[in-house]
Every structure is written in structure tokens, then in C-alpha cells.
């Protein structure tokens, strides 16, 4: 029996899916989100070349202009508390965040108030500022979905790893440096 597919939507009726940082995860996400038949556009520190998403210079444009906000950039000094009460308020009451990113990225605090006061419709939550720290007040609202910090695990990353962390035991026990040392 054949499959029935529901309706494409109307034109002008899809969702906005912002993308703060647009390197490799976010392309990823960028072209996921496509295929859910989203619109794309982005915020980042410049313009990409070659890229056919909006770009937003300024987030809080990208924010209003989203429905759901995914945070896929660098922890740097200059990403830390990015996403704040500001933000958060031109996200929106019928917008999501989903942080995939670093936890220090999202102030916290007023991410926590965005929800409690239903500022914001809800959010998924794959890191925290404190981790593995989740806020009691995060795990007990029923608009939030949280997860233990394993967007990256995949069967290619853990067997990366597991070849990384064998060929370092070799390596030490054959009283020859390390090939990736922790540091």
C-alpha cells in the first residue's frame, strides 16, 4: 500500500529555524531543518560566501524573526551570554531555544525566568552552564527537554574515540609520548 503523505504547507506558512553559528553543526542542523521544510537564516560574526540562508548581523533580528532559535556556535569570550533576557524576549512566547552548543552561551538565569514567565514556549536543552549540574527548576518544567550532553554521540565519534584511547595505551606502555594527550 502506498504511502500517504501529508500536505506540503501553504506557501508563506512554514516555520523559521535561526542558526547562531553556521560552521559544520550548524550547516548540519541548516540543511535538516531545510528538509522539515523550514526557512533558514543565520546570525554569526560575518556573512558566509556561498551560503543561500539569510544572514542576521544582528541576533535580535534573527530571534524575532525565528521560531525556533538552535545554538550551534563556539564558547568564546564573545559567545558567552549571548543568548540573554534580550534575546530571549524577541524570541519570543511562541518561540523554542535549543542549545546544543556550550551552556555558558545561554545566560542561564534568565533563560530560567524566560520560561517560568512563559516568555518563551519551551526548550531542549543538550548542555548547561554548570554541567553536569542541571538546575532542579530546568528539570522540573514540562516545556523543557533536557539531555545528558550526548548531541555528539554517534558510532563514528565513539569509535574515534575508542581508536584515540587505544592508540594512546599503546603508546604509553610502550614508553613512547602519547598521540593525543589530555591537557
Not at 506540503?8 to 550547516?27: F, Y
Request: proline share 9%.
Amino acid at each position: 500500500m502506498p504511502q500517504v503523505l501529508p500536505p506540503s504547507p501553504e506557501p508563506g506558512s512554514s516555520k523559521t529555524c535561526g542558526i547562531i553559528g553556521l560552521g559544520a553543526i550548524g550547516s548540519g542542523i541548516a540543511k535538516r531543518a531545510e528538509a522539515f521544510g523550514m526557512t533558514v537564516r543565520y546570525h554569526g560574526p560575518r556573512r558566509k560566501d556561498g551560503v543561500g540562508y539569510a544572514f542576521d548581523p544582528d541576533l535580535e533580528n534573527c530571534a524575532r524573526a525565528s521560531d525556533c532559535l538552535v545554538v550551534a556556535c563556539p564558547s568564546t569570550p564573545q559567545t558567552r551570554g549571548l543568548v540573554n533576557a534580550r534575546i530571549l524576549d524577541a524570541l519570543g512566547p511562541d518561540g523554542y531555544l535549543v542549545n546544543i552548543a556550550r551552556g555558558p552561551i545561554v545566560d542561564e538565569q534568565a533563560l530560567i525566568a524566560a520560561l517560568r514567565e512563559r516568555r518563551i514556549a519551551g526548550a531542549g536543552l543538550d548542555v548547561f552552564w554548570d554541567e553536569p549540574r542541571v538546575p532542579a527548576e530546568l528539570a522540573a518544567m514540562e516545556h523543557v527537554v533536557l539531555a545528558p550532553h550526548i548531541g555528539s554521540t554517534t558510532r563514528e565519534v565513539r569509535e574515534e574515540r575508542g581508536r584515540k584511547l587505544l592508540a594512546n595505551l599503546r603508546a604509553h606502555f610502550a614508553s613512547q609520548p602519547v598521540p593525543t594527550p589530555l591537557t
